[in-house]
């Protein structure tokens, strides 16, 4: 009989003994979810290909900057045709990405007052705006570095989110330039320009991740085999765009939506 409460008293001692000697006791997993701790994922910044949008959605974009842009106006592709409301521009029709740029006077097309970007913004508090630069002061641009390109961009960008905070901002691609282009007032080749041209745009999708905005990599549909402008998208000068060029343009928009 005090053999076998020996053997009891054993036997529910023994576990108690092994923890104490170093075995850790197992403990329930707990997954990260129950914790609450687990992240959403994050849309991606490149808009991808989904099912087209329709005018509506088009309809509802401010367009912003160099001539490129403010082609879509004269091409009378955009609701409202040459008379479109949706570009802004000065009466140039270009912008340089420059430290100037927050102080540029656009013709606001609402009211024909001439207004800054951020002064433009607060008026009309845009659903969605679409910021395209790059060709103007290329070369430059990249000479003077990703520090000083991404400044002029920053102070543009909080100047519009500012006055504006619920516009939804997609910044474009720079379209590349095409084989007639007229080089002889760069310092540089062709194929080199649109090499340029490729790091801006780099600069741009860091600067959408950083700001947690959209990029519209429009330029891919443009290009040839050699990464320049198809010569059937280009009006004559190498660089601005036909009618038909801006049409795919619109309708790539229209399939790349900010969901």
């Known amino acids: 009989m005090k053999n076998k409460l020996l053997l009891i008293t054993l036997s529910l001692l023994l576990p108690l ?6 075995r850790k006791p197992s403990l329930p997993t707990v997954a990260t979810e129950d914790l609450g701790t687990e ?4 849309p ?33 592709v955009l609701s409202g045709g040459t008379a479109t409301k949706q570009v802004w521009g000065p009466d140039n ?6 430290s100037t740029v927050t102080k540029l006077r656009i013709r606001y097309p609402e009211t024909g007052e001439y207004l800054t970007v951020g002064e433009a913004a607060a008026r009309g ?11 103007n002061g290329a070369v430059q641009n990249v000479r003077r570095g990703e520090d000083y390109y991404k400044s ?10 500012d006055a504006s905070p619920d516009t939804k901002i997609i910044l474009q691609s720079c379209f590349p330039v095409a084989s007639n282009m007229d080089m002889s007032h760069y310092s540089c080749t062709l194929d080199e320009l649109n090499s340029y041209i490729e790091i801006i745009n780099g600069w741009v999708l860091s600067l959408a991740e950083e700001y947690e905005l959209r990029y519209l990599n429009t330029a891919e549909i443009l290009k040839d085999e050699q990464g320049r ?3 059937d998208y280009q009006n004559g000068d190498g660089h601005h765009l036909t009618k038909d060029a801006y049409r795919l343009i619109l309708q790539y928009i229209r399939t790349h939506g900010y969901v």
């Open 125 to 135: 508090k845009p659903r969605f705006m679409i910021l395209t630069f790059g060709l």
């Open 17 to 22: 003994t092994l923890v104490g000697c170093g």
């Open 229 to 231: 402008l198809r010569p």
């Open 152 to 161: 002029c961009y920053r102070s543009l960008l909080n100047a519009i989110r």
């Open 44 to 76: 991606p910044t490149i808009l991808q290909e989904g099912e087209d949008l329709g005018q509506s959605y088009l309809d509802s974009f401010i367009f912003f900057g160099e001539s490129t842009t403010y082609h879509l106006k004269s091409r009378g």
């Open 93 to 98: 029709g270009t912008v340089n990405l420059d």
């Open 39 to 42: 992240k959403l994922p994050q």
